[in-house]
């Protein structure tokens, strides 16, 4: 995983510095278990040029529906979580971001992309966290925020 790029590219969409850790710990946790996952390549980049990183979002997919039914298999990624199938979500959006990255490094961000991403750290990945089934954003803060 080109470490660097990809928190930098994270960085020019706004992410908040503690959402941004928490991002890249969770790309390292999925990199450092894709053989433990199934994935025979040995990092995001090497899986990201083979099927667009396809393999391991069906691997999460996997290990997230297993987690739903009661199994335990999602403990070869978090072993100590008490509520993986909203981890594994999250972690699913954030490989999406590493593939969005790999896609289109140097692309500019839209104002709608930031308020998307805000809205996600700020407000969605807390609430799944919590095991809310929905969200209040107010626009407002929103705005007041991203400095709109």
Known sequence: MNEDDFREWLE???IAPSS???RMSAVRRIERA?????INHPDLDAAFDADGLDSVKLALIG???DAQEGGEKYRVLLPDSEKPVSRIT????????YRQFREQPEATVSV???IRHYAL????VPAREQGEASVNITVREVHDALGL
């Open 112 to 114: 709608a992309d930031r």
């Open 90 to 97: 999250n972690f699913i959006s954030w490989l999406g971001n």
């Open 121 to 124: 750290d700020q407000y969605i």
């Open 20 to 22: 941004l850790s928490t």
């Open 12 to 14: 020019r969409r706004g």
């Open 63 to 65: 290990l997230k529906s």
């Open 34 to 38: 894709l053989s433990d996952l199934g």
